[in-house]
């Protein structure tokens, strides 16, 4: 046997053992290194309806892919066993990052419930260990919406279910209004915020970021689905104006304008003293073709009165009151020795106050005829002084119109008193006491003259035995002649008796004697 050559083979023989033995412990150790390494999850996003995944690369060799696995929460209490998402697998070589649908995420609706993810390395049969030690969990984001408040409630799920480097901060809110872009509105330290103010009739769109303690937004954050809704409540009118407030057939008639675009119908009617101004509810309205009205047929003597309307809202809440209030001028008329005093309250609250007071005036039941414009009051009408004698009625009546002063585009509005009719005083009187029938001079006939004339009238002559010789119910043409039955009287003393009432008052009574004389 050739020695050398017997050695020579066994080295070479103990050399392959040697080999083999190398690598099959090497083997084993990756074996044993990939099992008890762990993939770290940067971060998990849930955007545009889809799961986004990032993680970083192990940096062991011969890793073929990545595979996401997930495990469902009942409560707080996770099951113990995680699954696979099937047909999600990335190969080594390309970008550590996976984005999915939720569908292939079996009887999880991830909308509703938080659910924890983590990512495995595989070379050949093994594979990580990521399972047991590092996983991370969607933030489950919910909200409801207060119309009557205008309010969005947040709330969601802590997220704390990861293995950062850095420790949660917060949390940020971001806003996105009408499909604008998303702009950050709050960051919160809770898992439940409050947004308030939210406008009428607007879409909005919100989702939560989880915030390391670095304060970074990207890598090692997490965000929420967004949520979507609209505040689908009653378009709040711009502007509600009072018109005026006017007398109308002896009650108060009111009216507003109320912007068209408005969608709130109810409205309530607020009235208040304009001494006190303390404003009352007394009645519901609502609207049509944008204009509020009400006959308020309240003791108006017990004004003047301010009124003033408030929106009320679906939820019984003012969501608007109107700019200015509507007032009713009350008017008071006194006599004087120069004319009826006319006084009266300033009309208040127009924008643009008020042009002039127009004053009407009505005579003997006729209709109302301009006096004259002012701008202020008093009013003193001393014309009607004049007007004595003239066979006019007792009674006068005075109604006063305030004009909207600068209306703009629109024609001003107006708004009048309350008629006032006062009593002149009829100042009866007998100029003498005796007359001569038939003669030239100026007393041939007796009578009573009168300023203003009553309603009511009756004038009597009576002889000595009580027998009536003449009688008038003409106040205008109630003069006796001095005959009796077209032949003059006999000489003598006459009584003479005159009843009138004004405007179906009590009757009033004026007796007296004559004497009839002859030259």
Known sequence: ?????????????????????????????????????????????????NIEIEWEKLPTPDITHYTISYLKFTGNNPIPSFNPVEGISVNASATPFASFSPDLLAGVDIHNQPVVFAVQAHAGIQKSNSDNENWDSTIVLKASFDSCQGTASLSWNRYDFNMWDYNLLAYRIYLSENNSPYILYRTVYTEQYTIEGLRPNTDYSVFIAAIPDNNSLGADSATSFSIGFNTRMERVPEYIYADFATFSNGNALVQFSVDPLGEISRFNLLRASLVDRVFETIAQLNATNNKISFTDKS????????????????????????????????????????????????????????ANYIIERRLDNNNYQILQSVVSAPFTDTELKTLTGQGLQSGVCYRITAVEGFPGENSAHTSTTNEVCIEMPLNIRFDFDAFIPGSATGNNSFGPAI???????????????????????????????????????PEGAYMYVLQYSIQGGRKHVIRGSVAVVYP
Do not use: H
Request: hydrophobic share 40%.
């Open 1 to 49: 046997m050739d020695i050398s050559k017997s050695l020579n083979v066994f080295a070479i023989n103990l050399k392959t053992v040697a080999v083999a033995l190398f690598f099959s412990v090497n083997l084993y150790s990756f074996a044993q290194s990939i099992e008890q390494q762990v993939v770290k999850i940067k971060y998990i996003a849930l955007n545009s309806g």
């Open 299 to 354: 003791d108006f003597l017990s004004g003047p009165y301010l009124y003033s309307v408030d929106a009320i809202n679906t939820c019984n809440i003012i969501a608007r009151s109107s700019e200015n209030t509507a007032s009713t001028i009350i008017l008071e008329a006194n006599i004087t020795e120069q004319g009826p005093l006319l006084t009266w309250n300033e009309y208040i609250e127009w924008p643009g106050g008020v």
């Open 451 to 489: 300023d203003y004339l009553p309603d009511e009238f009756i004038f009597e002559i009576l002889d000595r035995s009580g027998r009536i010789v003449y009688r008038s119910t003409d106040p205008l043409n109630c003069r006796w002649d001095g005959k009796i039955n077209n032949r003059p009287a």
